[in-house]
């Protein structure tokens, strides 16, 4: 029978059939960065290892100033913090057609469902915590994605790289699908939220995101 596999869709199209096929398609990884701003923290609130010192604080001694526009140092509990830093990765451009899977079934498209998104982070330590993050998508006419495809809650980040589903906007899912369908096989997506620096190591100056998106498609043979 295995010979045969290949010569069923022709048999099937020669006989005047038709049937559907549900097909799993999962492009990517896409892999964007982000950079944080951990050179700007003031020597002051880290120790040897750079990790936060707990530097005391109150009316009376205020917390290491900084000069950064995007490092906040405040007092919490009588302890200096850090607020947590904006993270916004860079827009990266994903194309179906690389995928082999999509170029053979996309001539005989009639449906396609964005089954699930899941987000990966790499390059931060254990004890910090990212989100609420949202995951972004847009034509690749659009330099800076602007529809929301989902969004991931604060998460602490554990021993191992982060590794986490996206909850699914159900506006933003419709919408790519349309994309798609409508015959534009490319779009860009990108990452934003926050970073919260915790009681691990700092995490570093440049980070990777990697978004895995999981499609199927609803084709006939």
Not at 110 to 116: K, M, N, W, Y
Not at 173 to 181: C, G, P, T, W
């Amino acid at each position: 029978m295995t010979t045969l596999r290949p010569l069923l869709p022709a048999l099937l199209v020669a006989l005047g059939c038709s049937v559907d096929a549900f097909v799993a398609v999962s492009p990517g990884p896409v892999r964007a960065t982000a950079t944080l701003p951990v050179g700007e923290v003031p020597a002051a609130l880290l120790t040897a290892e750079r990790r936060l010192a707990a530097v005391a604080c109150d009316a009376a001694r205020p917390c290491p100033s900084t000069s950064s526009s995007v490092v906040v140092v405040r007092c919490e509990a009588g302890v200096c913090a850090l607020a947590p830093f904006a993270l916004r990765s860079t827009s990266v451009d994903v194309d179906l057609d690389t995928d082999a899977t999509f170029r053979d079934y996309s001539g005989a498209l009639r449906g396609i469902e964005v089954q699930s998104a899941e987000l990966q982070l790499s390059g931060a330590h254990s004890g910090s915590a990212v989100g609420p993050l949202a995951l972004w998508w847009g034509p690749t006419t659009e330099a800076t994605p602007s529809r929301r495809l989902g969004s991931l809650p604060r998460t602490v980040i554990g021993s191992s790289a982060l590794n986490a589903p996206v909850v699914v906007d159900a506006a933003g899912v419709d919408a790519l699908e349309a994309h798609i369908l409508g015959g534009a096989h490319r779009f860009r997506v990108r990452v934003d939220g926050a970073f919260e620096v915790g009681s691990g190591v700092l995490p570093d100056a440049q980070v990777e995101l990697v978004v895995q998106i999981r499609l199927t498609l609803q084709t006939s043979l």
